[in-house]
């Protein structure tokens, strides 16, 4: 059986930056309170030609020319998001055809902020099951599209960005080792958009109402975190026979920084032990795991060897731990082929309209109307 290594990982986010001053202007908060209950300083805020998918798409050229391939070597695109571009189509299938990734099978997964290791655990199984050699698993997010701007319990909190992780079949040892899951339906309600979906339909009655915003009950969102964060590291640890002393850091979900403080606390290891970067980009939901260890990575705080826990938790609700030997690209730099998304992204243009010029002949040559 294959094992799934990282052999690529990239990050995009927005170029426009809000701080907490630039927020206290707009609700009833201060840069002082917002620092001390969360530790978030700024956030990425999406411009209006920025979107799940183009960020998903630009984090996933970086991860793809770090581990030396081309969008054509990529047999299964998997999306974690929160704020899909639409119901459907999914967001993985505009991120396939933005990369031109012809060969790929695409889809979203929805866990909330634990998504992204929902989704590196369904694609290290696809290539542990042999049904894929590459897989590319995507955090994308724009959550700012769903935030009520004047509501100061929510607004202060999540910013937008994207990551992306390369996964590759090899037969070396190592890359991603266990996983678990959980879920509790039961607090559904503690953190939710409350319509546009098939239970609520946008109505203007929904619209006055404020529904198609994030609610969020923080108090139990936070208990829920620092309980779970904790139990799952723990289950994870136990299940891949390590010790937190082998580990070389832990990758939490970066919501809250007293969460993980808390965290800590609970786990008895040093706060040093936990990448955080919550204070530059606030809680990008299921991209702020793939975006931390992008950091981690640039920093070399993450090398190849390495041991490391992700961790996440969110609405659901869900939550998430994964133990990983981290790799790097496994190609030599002579095998890799140097993508370059600039060329790229016309060549996908082109592409699609090809592709609708070649459907509407296929259609008109072969009377395919009926
Ligand atoms: N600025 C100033 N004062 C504020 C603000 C603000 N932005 N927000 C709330 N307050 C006030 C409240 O009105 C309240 O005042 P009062 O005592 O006069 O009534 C006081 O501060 C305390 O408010 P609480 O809401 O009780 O504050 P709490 O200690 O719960 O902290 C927070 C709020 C930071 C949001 C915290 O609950 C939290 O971090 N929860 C977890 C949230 C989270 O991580 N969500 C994402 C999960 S991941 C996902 O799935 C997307």
């Known amino acids: 059986m294959p094992n799934a290594h990282i052999t690529g990982w990239g990050m995009a986010v927005p170029q426009k930056v809000l701080t907490n001053d630039d927020l206290s202007k707009m609700v009833d908060t201060s840069d002082q309170w917002i620092r001390e209950m969360t530790g978030i300083r700024e956030r990425h805020i999406a411009a209006e030609n920025e979107s799940s998918a183009s960020l998903g798409a630009a984090a996933s050229f970086k991860a793809l020319k770090m581990a030396g391939l081309t969008p054509d070597d990529v047999d299964l695109i998997i999306c974690s998001t929160s704020s899909p571009e639409h119901i459907f189509p999914a967001t993985a299938c505009l991120i396939q055809d933005q990369l031109g990734a012809s060969n790929a099978g695409a889809y979203d997964l929805s866990a909330a902020c634990s998504g992204f290791i929902y989704a590196l655990q369904s694609g290290a199984q696809a290539i542990k099951a042999g049904d894929a050699n590459t897989v590319l698993v995507i955090g994308a997010e724009t959550l700012s599209r769903f935030v009520n701007w004047q509501d100061r319990n929510t607004c202060i909190l999540f910013g937008d960005g994207a990551g992306a992780f390369v996964l590759q079949a090899s037969d070396k040892a190592g890359g991603?080792?266990?996983?678990?899951?959980?879920?509790?339906?039961?607090?559904?309600?503690?953190?939710?958009?409350?319509?546009?979906?098939?239970?609520?339909?946008?109505?203007?009655?929904?619209?006055?109402?404020?529904?198609?915003?994030?609610?969020?009950?923080?108090?139990?969102?936070?208990?829920?975190?620092?309980?779970?964060?904790?139990?799952?590291?723990?289950?994870?640890?136990?299940?891949?026979?390590?010790?937190?002393?082998?580990l070389r850091m832990i990758i939490p979900h970066q919501a809250n920084r007293r969460i993980i403080d808390a965290a800590a606390r609970g786990l008895e290891l040093p706060i040093e032990s936990f990448f955080m970067n919550l204070d530059r980009y606030g809680?990008?939901?299921?991209?702020?795991?793939?975006?931390?260890?992008?950091?981690?990575?640039?920093?070399?705080?993450?090398?190849?060897?390495?041991?490391?826990?992700?961790?996440?938790?969110?609405?659901?609700?869900?939550?998430?731990?994964?133990?990983?030997?981290?790799?790097?690209?496994?190609?030599?730099?002579?095998?890799?082929?140097?993508?370059?998304?600039?060329?790229?992204?016309?060549?996908?243009?082109?592409?699609?309209?090809?592709?609708?010029?070649?459907?509407?002949?296929d259609t008109f040559l072969f009377d395919r109307s009926e």
């Open 283 to 361: 809680n990008t939901s299921t991209a702020s795991i793939p975006i931390a260890a992008v950091e981690a990575a640039k920093e070399k705080r993450l090398r190849a060897g390495d041991k490391v826990v992700l961790v996440g938790f969110g609405a659901g609700l869900t939550w998430a731990a994964m133990t990983i030997e981290w790799t790097g690209p496994l190609l030599k730099p002579f095998e890799k082929h140097y993508i370059n998304a600039d060329w790229y992204k016309p060549w996908a243009f082109l592409r699609r309209i090809l592709k609708r010029i070649i459907r509407w002949l």
């Open 176 to 246: 991603i080792q266990k996983g678990v899951i959980h879920s509790d339906g039961s607090g559904g309600d503690y953190l939710t958009i409350p319509s546009g979906g098939s239970k609520h339909p946008t109505t203007e009655a929904t619209l006055h109402a404020g529904q198609h915003f994030i609610h969020m009950n923080g108090k139990e969102v936070f208990r829920f975190a620092t309980r779970v964060i904790v139990s799952s590291t723990n289950e994870v640890l136990k299940k891949s026979g390590w010790k937190a002393e082998d």
